[in-house]
């Protein structure tokens, strides 16, 4: 069992900043990777961003450019540093890690930029 916990979201200004953090405890050796996921009021969640143990990135286009994910292996965390934040970005953002046939979730940080 893997568990994620996530923080670091929370109300920002249209054009601003935010960093979300992901930190991993548990069976982190069966972990392949780990990113965010996101989900709006009424929609099913969509990835924004996946970062592989070999280093490899995947971004949704939505947020190619505007998102950046990175790791720290040493602390078992990731990160997910979100510029120029706009009121379409407002969302649930999810940790998730999958491996070892499972994909493990985080709880969930709300994001809010307000039109």
């Known amino acids: 069992q893997v568990q994620l916990v996530e923080s670091g979201g929370g109300l920002v200004q249209p054009g601003g900043s935010l960093k979300l953090s992901c930190v991993a405890s548990?069976?982190?050796?069966?972990?392949?990777?780990m990113g965010w996921y996101r989900q709006f009021p009424g929609k099913q969640r969509e990835l924004v961003a996946t970062?592989?143990?070999?280093?490899?990135?995947n971004y949704a286009d939505s947020v190619k450019g505007q998102f950046t994910i990175s790791r720290d292996n040493a602390k078992n965390t990731v990160y997910l540093q979100m510029s120029r934040l706009e009121p379409e970005d407002t969302a649930v953002y999810y940790c998730?890690?999958?491996?070892?046939?499972?994909?493990?979730w985080g709880q969930g940080t709300q994001v809010t930029v307000p039109s």
């Open positions: 970062l592989s143990n070999m280093g490899y990135t």
């Open positions: 998730y890690a999958p491996g070892a046939g499972k994909v493990d």
């Open positions: 548990g069976s982190i050796g069966s972990i392949v990777a």
